[in-house]
């Protein structure tokens, strides 16, 4: 998508970075996220131009992150609606949101809240075992090449 | 960092790609969370040019997320360690990992596993609530903006 291959193509930061790792892209993504879908929504909302938004959207559709739904037979109008692949983007804006909570906050502190809608407490997001339960730190994280790595040249 | 204003600066997600939305910049963070630390080995690592690395090096020395340590009198070299601010893009580099291992998996399957150092398990991340302990997903997500932004324009 940027162009040209990286180096360490084995690695899925490094993929993801090649479709995602552009900052209108990420930026569309967290408008879908908060519900705008219409063309025109973005663009007002980002202040980006027209051809560019173009591009973005045709590159979010085209990787099956966004699906064009057209309004009708009557409508020269669309919209994009993220797909569940999209949706799977929440969780990479929900932690860039709270790092720039952190430490590039506003003065008035951080824009928005992060609440549960079941109970109105407070989001947060953690690492955790599936075997021990424990909430994992990334000093207890490992991060050991998988078997068919460790054996083999990367292709 | 990029040059340029954006429109919606006070969302906390266009704040911190000011700074990480970069794909090198992501790359670095990546390989000094994995353990890389020399000029020599980010270098490697990458095969990105001297002197854009040396960009993105000053400019994540300059925010704060990585320290230079000079390795003694006698020595030139010096090493890029992770600030506990770098570190905290540990959350986002996960997601992205594991967005691209479901979604751009290569032939082999994912390259690295992720794994609690304590016991061995599987190490997953997800959303919850500090008030009812609920596991959250991102339908159960309200994002409001914060009263100081409900009641002001935005600065």
New interface residues.
């Given amino acids: 998508v ?1 162009g040209r291959e ?3 193509e ?14 209108w892209t ?2 569309i993504l ?1 408008d879908a ?2 519900g705008l879908s219409a063309f025109e929504e973005f663009r007002e ?3 980006i131009a027209t051809n560019v938004l173009t591009a973005r959207l045709k590159l979010l559709c085209g990787e099956g992150l966004l699906v064009r739904v057209h309004d009708g037979e009557a409508s020269q109008r669309s919209h994009y609606l993220l797909t569940e ?1 999209g ?46 339960g ?1 909430r ?1 730190t ?9 078997p ?2 460790a054996h083999q040249p ?2």
């Fill in positions: 940027l990286y180096p360490d084995t690695c899925s930061i490094s993929r993801s970075l090649e479709i995602v790792g552009e900052r990420m930026l967290r996220l908060l909302s980002l202040g692949k949706r799977e983007m929440g969780p990479v804006l929900f932690a860039l949101m709270k790092w720039g909570d952190r430490h590039y906050p506003t003065q008035h502190g951080a824009p928005r809240l992060t609440l549960h809608a079941g109970c109105g407490g407070e989001v947060v997001q953690s690492l955790h075992c599936l075997a021990c424990e994992v990334l000093e207890g994280l490992d991060l050991p090449l998988a068919a790595f990367a292709d």
